[in-house]
């Protein structure tokens, strides 16, 4: 765990957090202020920055991460129309939470590019 990281206190139960879905590895809850009528967050338990700061070891948790999404999505009916998948890294990413999370955004037809 990191000192003041928002999303490890969602982890150990120290902030409440709508989880739509966890395992032993990630954790999946809905974001406080979603962009899309279902807007999901997965992240790893264990505290990481973000993907560049993932390494070689972490292969199968970012696998696992990304499968995650699917399964959390799938659970939701999100598949019928689609959805997106997104991270956002560092500052110019537009990152506000220094702890890896991929977004899941659906249930509206969504624009691109991104702003
Ligand atoms: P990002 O800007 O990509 O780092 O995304 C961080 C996301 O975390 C934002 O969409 C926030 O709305 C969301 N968020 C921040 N605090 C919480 C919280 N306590 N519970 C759920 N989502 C949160």
Known sequence: MADDCIFCRIVD???????????DRALVFRDVNPQAPTHLLVIPRRHVVSVDHLSPDDEALAGHLLLTAGTAARSLGLEEDGYRVVTNIGRDGGQTVSHLHLHVLGGRSLGWPPG
């Open 13 to 23: 139960g120290d902030i409440p957090a709508q989880v739509v879905h966890q395992d």
